[in-house]
């Protein structure tokens, strides 16, 4: 399913779709194309992108090809799921350590829509953090890896 939405493949990409994406949600899905969970969650954002065509823009990154933002956002589980609004980078409480992005594969096609109108309209109302509305029991559970401290 991952043929049907559009792939970043170079940090000037990346650079050009946070910066021109206006008044929409974007997300960017960061993971591999051969990957069975990124696969099991690119159906899920390729069903949805039609239904939400008009608030959000949904692109694919490959951590292998674009690794200053694999670092900068540190990804280290795929797949991983960054939000930004207007060039900010949105951020979503999900009940885990970690507010900057998901990680892991979204339950159902609700919990995704769910997610991307909750960040749409508190985007809209200046918040630059939301409570994520999906049920804790379908957000996926890991611990943060810290190297080298």
Do not use: W
Request: a neutral charge; hydrophobic letters at 40%; aromatic letters at 12%.
């Amino acid at each position: 399913m991952s043929f049907f939405l559009p792939k970043l493949s170079s940090k000037k990409d990346v650079d050009e779709a946070i910066k021109s994406v206006a008044e929409k949600v974007l997300v960017l899905r960061f993971g591999r194309d051969d990957d069975s969970v990124c696969m099991q969650l690119d159906e899920i954002l390729s069903k949805t992108s039609h239904d939400l065509k008009n608030m959000t823009s949904i692109y694919l990154v490959d951590v292998d090809k674009v690794p200053v933002y694999t670092r900068y956002f540190d990804i280290s589980y795929i797949p991983s799921t960054v939000f930004f609004f207007n060039g900010q980078h949105m951020k979503v409480d999900y009940g885990s350590p970690d507010h900057t992005k998901f990680v892991g594969s979204f339950k159902t096609k609700q919990d995704f829509i769910d997610l991307v109108e909750v960040i749409y309209r508190g985007a809209m109302r200046g918040k630059l953090i939301v409570q994520s509305p999906i049920d804790p029991r379908n957000i996926p559970k890991y611990d943060l890896l810290y190297h080298g401290i």
